[in-house]
């Protein structure tokens, strides 16, 4: 939770970037998606690591890149089987990872919780990442602060719906429902 705020991303305009760029340079609508949408799974996995200077531009080089490994592998199939077998490179971009929908929703989530704890009051802050994060008991973290366990409790409460309403107002959904 202390990782540092990046400045918030527009990854869907990220990705139609990337397709305008793939498709000008001649690549088939197919592949474009899907190249696309792997640079932006590592994209975004690279956000979460690096400060990134100039984010199009990597997205350029990773999705270039992509490309030539993609038209290796055709080659090295079309040299070993003769011909191109239909699906082959289909079956290369299945991932059992979480979609980019689901890891876009998640890190959009982890923002908001992010944010909304800094913008909590010190003492619930601290009570509720003691109590959930750090799974300390609730007399445990009175006897610390030097206020009751009820009122712990209380804390908890008020900063569960503090995130839950920040969760609401930005319009997450983590049941995945919406």
Known sequence: MDRPASPPQDWNAVGAAL???LRA???RPD???DV???TLARLIALSQTQQIGSLFALGFRIADNLIVDLQRREMRQD???GSRQSGEADEEW???DPSLDRVLDSRRALDVLSLCLRRMPPLRREVLIRRRLNHESCRAIGDDLS???KAVEKHITRGLLDLRRALERAGVDLAGHG
């Open 94 to 96: 299945e991932s059992d």
């Open 147 to 149: 206020i009751s366990a």
């Open 36 to 38: 696309a949408q792997e």
């Open 19 to 21: 397709v305008r760029y």
């Open 31 to 33: 592949v474009a998606d």
């Open 25 to 27: 340079r001649g690549t």
């Open 79 to 81: 040299y070993c089987h």
